[in-house]
T-cell receptor, first 110, second 113 residues
């Protein structure tokens, strides 16, 4: 069974708008990672946030982590057509196995 | 540095056959993990190897096996293929185990007929 669950399943936004997706998980984690996948290709790592961190930024990406609610969010600001992809959260438990959620499919319209 | 490479990229097999997929990690990376991605089940962890030893294993039947060589290259094998094994098989490497960032290859798309 999957540890992380993303919400929403799909998101369609206009270029220039912000996109927010959420990830909820069930058990305590070591860290949480976000990945992007373009159309059935390999995944690309975006951000890793440790369990003792609350927020991290990388370019137009902002990730938050709330361990009390067992949830994380990924915000993409000023979206571009190239941001069209599926986004996955992956929780890393203390045995260091990565468990991926089902993903959020983001479509950015020109 | 060259990225993670996987061969072959596409494969068509029939039920009952076996298949071997190969993964070459990024130079210097010693940990290799394998994942199966299907539309129905999503991304599922198969196993992780480090220093030629399997460190972690997901919930897959014994038909799925793997190994890692001394140069960190890894292979996974699926015996007695079933239709449900049709999937994108992804390999990822990291410097070492410990929940670090994983670098994924492009995947091998397997179709079982």
């Amino acid at each position: 069974s999957q540890q992380g669950e993303e919400d929403p399943q799909a998101l369609s936004i206009q270029e220039g708008e912000n996109a927010t997706m959420n990830c909820s998980y069930k058990t305590s984690i070591n860290n949480l990672q976000w990945y992007r996948q373009n159309s059935g290709r390999g995944l690309v790592h975006l951000i890793l946030i440790r369990s003792n961190e609350r927020e991290k930024h990388s370019g137009r990406l902002r990730v938050t982590l709330d361990t009390s609610k067992k949830s994380s969010s990924l915000l993409i600001t000023a979206s571009r057509a190239a941001d069209t992809a599926s986004y996955f959260c992956a929780t890393v438990l203390n045995d260091y196995k990565l468990s991926f959620g089902a993903g959020t499919t983001v479509t950015v319209r020109a | 540095k060259a990225g993670v490479t996987q061969t072959p990229r596409y494969l068509i097999k029939t039920r009952g056959q076996q298949v071997t997929l190969s993964c070459s990690p990024i130079s210097g990376h010693r940990s290799v993990s394998w994942y199966q991605q299907t539309p129905g089940q999503g991304l599922q962890f198969l196993f992780e190897y480090f220093s030629e030893t399997q460190r972690n294993k997901g919930n897959f039947p014994g038909r799925f096996s793997g190994r890692q060589f001394s140069n960190s290259r890894s292979e996974m094998n699926v015996s007695t293929l079933e239709l449900g094994d049709s999937a994108l098989y992804l390999c990822a490497s990291s410097l070492d185990p410990g929940g670090r960032t994983q670098y994924f290859g492009p995947g091998t798309r397997l179709l079982v007929l």
